[in-house]
């Protein structure tokens, strides 16, 4: 492990698939491993500020849920734009990190459940493996349940 918790055996190991892989269940199917191993990276627009979730393919984000647990009047999924600005990235391919500046993050706990865990890796056709301590540590994200 590094400093940062970050195993560099294991994120080196960036797997490029042969086409875009736009759901979870897709990424699952290619990779040949459960859908709720995929940590789906979904921006929120959070009162005007990116939230970054980084949750289970088996969930979806409950925004009033999320809305609470960060102190926000209101959680939306954010536009194509908003995304861009924030991360760098498109949607599709936003990786946990590698962002122009720190996005706060949410990392659900149901991802903890598996040793092995699959991330976007900043383009539509590249994930890599990682775990749940790794997306904590290395995003700086609070844990949290947010289906």
Known sequence: MTAGGADPARTARLTVLPDAVSTAAAAA???GIEVAQIANSLIF???GEPLLVL????HRVDTGKVAAL??????RRATAEFVRAATGQAIGGVAPVGHPVPVRTLVDRALESYDEVWA???IPHAVYP???AELVAV?????????
Do not use: N
């Open 70 to 75: 960060v102190g926000a009047e209101r959680v």
């Open 29 to 31: 199917a290619a990779l």
């Open 45 to 47: 627009d959070a009162d």
């Open 139 to 147: 995003t700086g994200g609070e844990t949290a349940d947010v289906a």
């Open 130 to 132: 990682t775990t749940f």
């Open 120 to 122: 976007g890796a900043g």
């Open 55 to 58: 949750t289970s393919g088996a």
